[in-house]
């Protein structure tokens, strides 16, 4: 089963394509690492998939359906640095904004919602920080935070944006734990990812990018240097050293 | 009801409404989106008047809050084309929309009334005396009615998409995925603060407004973490210094609108001094507290690393410890005072000594 099937996506801001006519198919039951250096419109890719940013050319399926059809099995987590965390509200309000898709408009979250809201926080160890302030939460608690939101959408296909960036090992153990057990659920969780070294370890498959789609497939036989070279051309090494410093 | 009690309910209920529509405005970083819209209301009454032949009540109410949603139209629409920022964009919509409004009225001067000082700057005084008259009926101060009118609108609005609103300002990409139009949240909340800023304009003044729109909420923001209190709280400061405002111009007789503002400025600056945790002097304190456990804790550690050694007797001289901390002779005394307070060492002789607790916490 296909969770995303994008045909053609082509997206431009001036003149330059960021993406070129991609075509590319992530599939359910996977975890899928978005790869490629700075600027290869790696967060473009989701972004315009998602409907987010406007698209030249080029269409999107979610389970075989646009996405305004598969709406509620979609759940999206954008950097953490897309939002303002200075925003008057608590861990738990956060993650009750993930029940407010199947809400609709006007209804408000009930028992319900909160109970599964507890229970998504509980999976990613931040139940006892529920009524902290989102100001006073570290990175990593603010990348649980919206793991949790995440999960509450209880979503068959998650889509992140760069979560272990910036967050401590305890956060990025966890995430690593909530992504397998979606997976083994038979569920899709594509991330866009920065660091090389940790994608053999963390993913199934790997698409490699770089304004054109590279190889996309299982890490063991897209992963090789080869792809790798043509993704990131001769500085390779040179990126590779510098993610590993960061 | 007296005309002075009318004023004070005008006041008060300007001051309510205002506040509640606010309180977005604020936590969008949209403030001055407000000083754009009560300006460029001027060219929507004016147009309103001509189309209707002279003052009245709903062709330019409705004109006013038209041209405010074409203003935030033109704005957004300017901002979201290349190499115009927002504030760039607000500085060229909105003189050009209030010159506009200028020129009618100069142009079509004998035509029609209207007063431009007092849709800039209101006049709460005669407010109660401009009654809504349908034929003989009348209807008591058209002020009330307007903002009334807004009064429900925005409640209600609040009431109704408060959880719509605060997941599009919070994340407006969840927002949109979960099939909330965040473009559309936006536009209503434009329209709710026109309508608000026009009806304002008969109390305190299109221009004076946005103090009211603005200042409560900000003040509110740095007293609390929770919406719904914030929403309270703005409320509360809003009707407190509209009428603490129109009592005080009352007293002194000067502009009403004038002083609720000036009560608004002085409110907003006291609350970013002395606020909790966001407060300047709040800030500086919590700063210098942390700076003094971090000399505090260096101080220690210095002291038991000397301690039972040769050079402790050395080491524990005041003057000593000025030249080899680096510290200023004053702040030495307060680290050493505050150290002491905290029963962590004893001065003796211009000489300190760790006590139990203090050789503890160095051990530690």
Aim: glycine share 8%; hydrophobic share 50%.
């Amino acid at each position: 089963m296909t969770a995303v099937s994008i045909r053609d996506l082509t997206v431009t801001y001036s003149e330059k394509p960021v993406l070129w006519d991609i075509d590319l198919d992530w599939s359910m039951g996977s975890l899928t690492a978005v790869v490629g250096p700075n600027g290869a419109g790696k967060s473009t890719l989701v972004k315009a998939a998602l409907g987010l940013i406007p698209v030249a050319a080029g269409t999107a399926l979610f389970l075989g359906q646009p996405l305004d059809q598969a709406r509620g099995k979609v759940a999206y987590v954008p950097q953490r640095s897309a939002v303002d965390w200075d925003f008057p509200t608590d861990v738990l309000d956060v993650t009750l904004m993930g029940t407010y898709g199947s809400l609709g408009w006007f209804r408000r979250p009930g028992a319900g919602e909160r109970s599964r809201a507890m229970a998504a926080l509980e999976q990613v160890g931040m139940a006892d920080l529920a009524h902290r302030q989102i100001n006073e939460l570290s990175g990593g608690q603010q990348q649980r935070t919206f793991l949790a939101r995440a999960l509450v959408q209880g979503a068959d296909v998650t889509i992140l944006d760069e979560p272990f960036t910036g967050v401590d090992a305890v956060t990025e153990q966890k995430m690593i734990e909530v992504f397998r057990s979606l997976r083994d659920a038979g569920k899709a969780v594509i991330a866009v990812h920065h660091d090389l070294d940790s994608v053999p370890t963390i993913f199934d498959e790997v698409t490699l990018l770089n304004t054109r789609l590279i190889a996309h497939g299982s890490v063991a036989e897209v992963f090789v240097e080869e792809h790798l070279r043509a993704t990131y051309g001769g500085t390779l090494a040179h990126i590779a050293r510098r993610e590993k410093d960061l | 009801m007296s005309p002075l009690t009318l004023v004070f309910l005008i006041a008060a209920l300007a001051g309510l409404t205002c506040a509640l529509a606010g309180v977005f405005l604020v936590l969008r970083r949209i403030a001055m989106l407000a000083d754009a819209i009560s300006h460029s209301v001027l060219p929507g009454l004016v147009a309103g008047f001509l189309l209707a032949g002279g003052p009245s009540l709903g062709p330019a109410f409705v004109g006013a809050v038209l041209a405010g949603l074409l203003t935030v139209l033109a704005v957004e629409t300017l901002s979201r084309s290349r190499g115009i920022k927002q504030d760039a964009a607000i500085g060229l919509v909105f003189p050009t929309m209030f010159a506009l409004g200028v020129l009618w009225i100069s142009a079509s001067y004998g035509n029609i009334h209207l007063d431009t000082d007092a849709v800039l700057f209101g006049d709460l005084t005669l407010a109660p005396f401009d009654a809504w008259r349908i034929g003989n009926l009348n209807l008591g101060p058209q002020s009330i009615w307007l903002l009334g009118v807004a009064f429900g609108l925005t409640a209600l609005f609040l009431r109704i998409l408060g959880k719509e609103l605060r997941l599009a300002t919070f994340d407006p990409s969840l927002a949109k995925l979960s099939g909330f139009n965040p473009d559309l949240l936006h536009f209503s909340l434009m329209a709710i603060v026109s309508i608000t800023s026009v009806a304002a304009f008969t109390a305190i003044g299109a221009v004076l407004a946005v103090a009211l729109l603005v200042a409560p909420a900000a003040i509110a923001r740095l007293y609390t973490d929770s919406y719904p209190q914030m929403l309270k709280l703005s409320a509360a400061v809003g009707v407190g210094s509209s009428v603490l405002g129109t009592a005080l111009a009352v007293l002194f007789d000067v502009s009403i609108s004038g002083l609720i503002a000036t009560v608004l400025g002085i409110a907003f600056v006291s609350a970013s001094l002395t606020a909790p945790r966001r407060g300047v002097l709040w800030q500086a304190q919590a700063q210098r507290t942390t700076k003094l456990n971090h000399a505090i804790e260096a101080l220690v550690i210095h002291l038991s690393l000397h301690a039972n050694t040769s050079r402790e007797a050395e080491e524990s001289l005041l003057s000593h410890l000025i030249r080899e901390l680096g510290w200023t002779p004053q702040w030495t005394r307060d680290v050493v005072e505050e150290a002491s307070r905290r029963g962590l060492l004893k001065e003796n002789d211009q000489r300190v000594t760790l006590t139990s607790a203090g050789q503890q916490l160095g051990r530690s």
